[in-house]
């Protein structure tokens, strides 16, 4: 695996004020984890990649982003979930619950 | 896992001409990629998910996609290289060998 963890932030933006994760500060959320997991020393190949991504079509649990390659969304609302994903996660490899989007949650 | 195979294409734009997975034809691909994936039947929950991405940060083997939850890298070159990878990989589950990146590709 050439990332032990990549997770994937819908950073979509739609057209006509349409809801999307743009609309629930997803840029800043993504800008927050990037900047963390960096501070932290948790990037780069065979550790942490944190990446922009279009819509993942999961908007019903949005704002939401992915991690793989274990296959866990989250449903995050501020800044102090993500720095709970990183610490929990993305560094030490535990699966923060209660941020996990409902399995029945799609488009 | 909420899709079965999940492919993120880099289709990230370097600012002032540098050289970057979209000037490799990268939306061309995406396009290409998501369109089939549609066409036979194999997009949504349960299967398959087509997802735009940024810079992966594996420029040197770009123009680059990568295949979760399997974590398995492409390099490709034109629309030939997305039709074996939908075929294959995405339909039957069978890795296109010839088109993973090689390990050492990196930044």
Redo the contacts between chains.
């Keep these: 695996?050439?990332?032990k963890h990549?997770i994937?932030f819908c950073l979509n933006q739609r057209p006509g004020g349409e809801d999307c994760c743009a609309q629930h500060r997803a840029q800043e959320a993504f800008d927050h984890c990037k900047s963390q997991v960096k501070a932290q020393g948790l990037a780069g190949?065979g550790q942490v990649?944190v990446?922009?991504?279009?819509?993942?079509?999961?908007c019903a649990g949005g704002p939401i982003a992915?991690v793989?390659?274990?296959?866990v969304?989250y449903s995050y609302v501020d800044k102090h979930d993500i720095d709970e994903i990183v610490e929990s996660h993305l560094k030490n490899g535990v699966v923060v619950e209660r941020l996990v989007t409902p399995?029945h949650l799609?488009r």
């Design positions: 695996m050439y990332y990549h994937f190949k990649r990446n922009k991504a279009g819509c993942l079509d999961r992915v793989y390659p274990e296959g969304w399995p799609g």
